[in-house]
């Protein structure tokens, strides 16, 4: 079953404004990462944040976990046009030799 | 600077005809991995490599193999492809397993006709 699911689906917005897009997931984990997908294109790593790590910021990213929600969220500062992009988080169980598991994603939209 | 590279980015067989896609690696990772994604989908996890030691997901089909001769290359064998094996193959390494960064490639698109 999958681990990870984003939410929304799909996020239409100005550029400017923020996008926020969240996750959940279903057992306890090491760490949540964040990847960017733009169109045809491999994924690219935004940010990784631990367990035991409450916030985390990047540029004009900021991530937080609540482990006892076990639900993160990925907010983007003052969107670009060029932030349109599938946004995917990954998650590794907290039992050795997990895979890591992507959900399913949440395509972001940003026009000018 | 690339770092993860895939050959062919698109790649077109016939139903049925092996097929072999690559990676290579210039970071020196011990891991990589094969993903499959499907239109709209997760990355889904074929199987990894640490050093030399394979590691299969159980569902993984039986035509997908893969060979890694050494620390930089990577391929990804489909013997008899079916229509149904059309997606986008990503390869990804890291210098340990799961709980580190993953680098991807740029993909190899996979048409099946």
């Known amino acids: 079953s999958q681990q990870g699911e984003e939410d929304p689906q799909a996020l239409s917005i100005q550029e400017g404004e923020n996008a926020t897009m969240n996750c959940s997931y279903k057992?306890?984990?090491?760490?949540l990462q964040w990847y960017r997908q733009n169109s045809g294109r491999g994924l690219v790593h935004l940010i990784l944040?631990?367990?035991?790590?409450r916030e985390k910021h990047s540029g004009r990213l900021r991530v937080t976990l609540d482990t006892s929600k076990k639900s993160s969220s990925l907010l983007i500062t003052a969107s670009r046009a060029a932030d349109t992009a599938s946004y995917f988080c990954?998650?590794?169980?907290?039992?050795?030799?997990?895979?890591?598991?992507f959900g399913k994603g949440t395509t972001l939209s940003v026009s000018s | 600077d690339a770092m993860v590279i895939q050959n062919p980015r698109y790649q077109v067989t016939q139903f049925g005809k092996p097929v072999t896609l690559s990676c290579s690696q210039t970071?020196?990772?011990?891991?990589m991995y094969w993903y499959q994604q499907k239109s709209s989908q997760a990355p889904k996890l074929l199987f990894h490599?640490?050093?030399?030691?394979?590691?299969n997901e159980a569902d993984t089909p039986d035509n997908f193999q893969s060979r890694r001769p050494n620390t930089s290359f990577c391929f990804l064998d489909i013997r008899s492809p079916g229509l149904g094996d059309a997606a986008m193959y990503l390869c990804?390494?890291?210098?340990?397993?799961?709980?580190?960064?993953?680098?991807f490639g740029p993909g190899t698109r996979l048409l099946v006709l």
């Open positions: 944040i631990r367990s035991n790590e």
């Open positions: 990954a998650t590794d169980a907290s039992q050795a030799g997990t895979a890591l598991i």
């Open positions: 990804a390494t890291s210098s340990e397993v799961w709980t580190e960064t993953q680098y």
């Open positions: 490599y640490y050093d030399k030691d394979f590691n």
């Open positions: 970071l020196n990772h011990n891991v």
């Open positions: 057992t306890s984990i090491n760490n």
